[in-house]
């Protein structure tokens, strides 16, 4: 049993959406039963979102959601003819239909649960199932959305709700990258990545998989395999829990970076108990997401408190520090920088590696690149720099991690 | 409480959702509980037709369903966002929300029941409720449509469900009139029509409301008027229950016709009992509508049996008499002719005067128009003739019975 999940770029138009279905239709004929999980055909999405703006400045929500997720509704059935088209037997499922089951954070829900019967009852009578990606409902019947790039969640949870063997997901790249070909014409594909880097390089911005799918492919032991779906041929890049022998030759995987990242820091905040939750508490409640987070040791009873959010939250967390946390926690003020990008080394074998931040460090200032703020983990080390030195930044740490090299990174 | 269903051409664009909100705002304002019901924005519809023949040649009715319903489910949510941009309270529902339960008739459903209970607590709160036209679901969950124009449908059937005061249909049109004025410009706008007018009228092609919507509003007592989307005065026309005096002084309130009639007749029946439902039984399971039914007295044991459907499904019956039914029967042969119109005279006053038909047939014979079939009933007399002669029957006939005379017709 598969689960596919196709992306708006492959099922864009209707003679796409008919290379999806002779995809289907030949792991069909190898016995296969198979899921299809759809997004909405590209351009569609942003389509519906424009209509929305023109209506409302603010489009609510809930309403939001009840327009984009048509999106996924017409491709399910689009797919679902082209299969029957074929000679196939093929049912389409909206969210609703299938019951995934989602909190009410409209745009941005997450799922509760999946009952996953009528779909196993179909593939027992020898149907396709085709499901909508990206949306579900919540307990009162609302219309949720798992907000950009749900569909890869979706699929994941199919494919665990369904315990099948794996999830492919269908992009327009064919694996990951040790970084974007796009900034390093040099950069390979992985034929493996562990889970821990996935999230890493997902989460930093690789953009290949939704973060949160991979967490929930990761939890629930799920198989994931990315592909492209413009070529025949390719095993694109599986996804493994374990770490084998050869990731231990490759200490860094890959190169993972963010432009989209602003960064903002509270000065001058009393150095006590409960002020990180002062700060990001009121944040936190407005839905912003918080990315980096950084405090240093205090001075003087005093320190200050830094975090990023995403670029186009920046004014709105700004807005938060300054109206409502400033006076109340007794901050000095609060400053912000919302062109700056974030810049990441990942790797599984910098666990037993030594030496790894410091030759990033320095092959960044050998570039004259400064580095404002640092984090790190287990396997990644993060930096925020300047937004115009992104892409210098990005190719001179592949280079110097012999990602170049033509050899099997992971 | 008032319902109010504006079809494709009023919600057809951003700006236009934008006169229909403000249109409602203003009954709003006025102290109305509301609940507008939407079809999709003109030319939607057809779009994702279009789409769904690109991937099946005979798109799949489920499937079909599952793309088309799509159409409704974006206006509800615009409208709503636009209603709340102008400070009211909006909240919309999918068929599928609202548990429109209907059958499993995938394309051409009929509603079953409609739960109201989500409705009438939105308006005690004072919502505005936006409810998707068009469209249910069946009991499995399957998402159905009720046909093309099946949102006055939903409109009616909701006002019944709530006891509306009033369904307000508004279109491109601002009310029934004596005919279609592109046929004959001198056509006058009715201020009232009776329920069983008005259905003669919808069902012989005046096109201003779906002949399931009137009997639906005729069944369950609901007041219906015909408003246009595009004027701000005008009282539209009201469809009543009672013949008050001014009617008795009309004897005909228009004349109705269809473009889109094909005849058919199945020659050498064997004139006995069960006939009738032999040849119309096969029609009627292949999901065919018939209109005209027309069975002569027989000669020598055998008859000719005729009926009129549909322009698009003559192929599709005449397929089913040959294969079928003829030689089941014992018929002699099957005739057709896809180049034939109907032309009718509909008024509750023609049942208290003589010498309606014999007018209607004498003004036609002047004009050496032949009459092909004639049927009645209690308030219209319907005669299929050759198609090329359709605008020239219906202004010889709409001047012949005064309607072109600048008076209250009805």
Known sequence: MIVQKYGGTSVGSPERIKNVVRRVAKYNALGHQIIVVVSAMSGETNRLIGLAKEMQAQPDPRELDMVVSTGEQVTVGLVSMGLMQEGLKAKSYTGAQVKIITDSAFTKARILSIDEQNIR?????????????????????????????????????????????????????????????????????????????????ASLGSKVLQIRAVEFAGKYKVKL????????????????????????????????????????????????????YQILGPISEANVDVDMIIQNVGVDGSTDFSFTVHRNEFDKAMDILKNQVQNHIGARNVVGDNKTAKVSVVGVGMRSHVGIASKMFRTLAEEGINIQMISTSEIKISVVIDEKYLELAVRVLHKAFDLDLDQEPA
Chains 1, 2 share one sequence.
């Open 121 to 201: 009852a179909d593939l027992a009578n020898g149907y396709v199932v085709v499901v909508a990606g990206f949306q579900g409902i919540d307990k009162e019947g609302n219309i949720t959305t798992l907000g950009r790039g749900g569909s890869d969640t979706t699929g994941v949870a199919i494919a665990a709700a369904l315990h099948a063997d794996e999830c492919q997901i269908y992009t327009d790249v064919d694996g990951v990258y040790t970084t974007d070909p796009r900034v390093v014409p040099e950069a390979r594909r992985l034929k493996t990545i562990t889970f821990e880097e996935m999230l890493e390089m």
């Open 225 to 276: 395999r990315v592909l492209s779906s413009f070529e025949e041929e390719g095993d694109g890049t599986l996804i493994t829990f374990e770490e084998d022998e050869k990731m231990e030759q490759a200490i860094i995987s890959g190169i993972a970076f963010n432009r989209d990242e602003a960064k903002i820091t509270v000065r001058g905040v009393p150095d006590k108990p409960g002020i990180a």
